[in-house]
């Protein structure tokens, strides 16, 4: 073999935001076909060391090396003409336009010359070639975010990159998705391309990676071959210690529900019913898991309990009380929490840490006097929940927008789950979406330690080993309805499996 062993060399990177050392002397390589996985906790610094290499930001220290030669990256610009693609977390495309014209998109400008027809045949046969599913006119807002996602890709091998890199790509797509797009990968790898996958799931390390680089707290705390590690080990470098294991002692007391659901209907974004004839109740002290892929009405039957969504049928009576389609303001009052999949939609990026904390809960007298807003309190309190919920922060005056993904969803639970005294019932989709293993475990702890004082948890979730690990009950969605229930030890992964494509299980009445 010819040409140089690494396509990529960054060696001693040094990045610092004010008050954060986001990369600590760093060094990274990158070798011709293979897929290399950086991963690492919330905050660890791997998308800056990926958008340092993509010229998003300029190191404070440290050497870039692409091919074998040393050079000096400016910005996305310089990037792309080294063969240098990054696909982002949030994706970079105009919706109105066509897939072929998001692709060439600036493209013009930088003096290339644009002939339609070739270029939609150029784009026909890379889409062949990857078995992808969309087409060059289709028009972007038409995809679903795995399409989307391929309209990125499309985008990196029509400008020729030999070096790609992917931020969290497999957080916006389904189970199947994800599978075809770790394919696409793999074949990317066999055409010689490097491929840093961004990533913070070990099962994604062990399914399509050759190399992992594990960070931490800004550093590489190791580079290793996949096949030569293991789960556990990866654990405790990501974390710096094992994972503990979830116990709970509590005891259901299912003499009356503190949650009853009865016959709901609910209408989806498209005017459709997301959520049809669905009954359950909900018990003090339970964590009631839903399962089902994502798209099956959970969201909607969670946004139409707290308030958000009109319930066209049917009724939701919160400890007897009926709170059917009451103001969302009333319906927190009334002790329902709820924690969004959307986090970015639920917070305020502009404002600070601080005021986002306590946006809801400073309506509730624990903040305010009348109108005044006590920040003494909202700080002391927003110091409080930002230690208890490790959100990584220099300052609770910092804004939402400088946090990383991972801390905005930790921001998020400290809120609903922090600061509001009299909960009863926490309404949770996809808490753990996004989030890196050691807060995976910590929202885990949070859940149960809720439901063991008391609290009823609607947890809904697409990993079943969480469902399994925390529920007492499990109720399987599929098209809107509940397909069926199960018990703390009836679980079977093969059945909930096959509940989840609509196979009916006899109903297990609670
Ligand atoms: N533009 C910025 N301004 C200030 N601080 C920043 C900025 N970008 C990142 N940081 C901080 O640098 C650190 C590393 O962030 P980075 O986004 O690289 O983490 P990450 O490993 O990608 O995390 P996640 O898994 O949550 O996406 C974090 O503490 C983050 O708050
Ligand atoms: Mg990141």
Known sequence: MSGPEYLVEMRGIVKKFPNVVANDNVSFTLRPGEVHALLGENGAGKSTLMNILYGIYRPDAGEIWVY?????????RDALALGIGMVHQQFKLIPVHTVAENVILGLREQGFVINERK????????IQRYGWTIS???RVWQLSAGEKQQVELLKALYRKVRILILDEPTSVLTPQETVALFQTLRKMASQGLGVVLITHKLEEVFSVADRVTVMRAGRNVATKNVKETNIEELVELMIGRPLLKISSTRSLDTS???LEASGLVVLGDKGLEAVRNVSFKLYRGEILGIAGVSGNGQTELLEAIAGLRKIMRGKVLL??????????????DAGVSYIPAEVLRYSAPEMTVAENLVLKAYRNHLFANSLMIRWRDVNRKAEELVKAFRIVTPTITNKVANLSGGNIQRLVLARELGTLPNTKVILAAYPTRGLDIASTEQIHQELVKRAEQGVAVLLVSEELEELMALSDRIMVMYRGEIVGVLRRGEYDVEEIGLMMTGVKRA????
């Open 136 to 138: 060059p006119n289709s």
């Open 507 to 510: 109903e297990v009445s609670a």
């Open 319 to 332: 400890d007897g009380v009926d709170i059917t389609n009451r103001h969302p303001q009333k319906i927190i």
């Open 256 to 258: 009356k529900p503190v």
């Open 68 to 76: 074998g030669k040393k050079v000096d990256i400016r910005g996305p």
């Open 119 to 126: 270029i939609n045949n150029e784009l026909t046969q890379l």
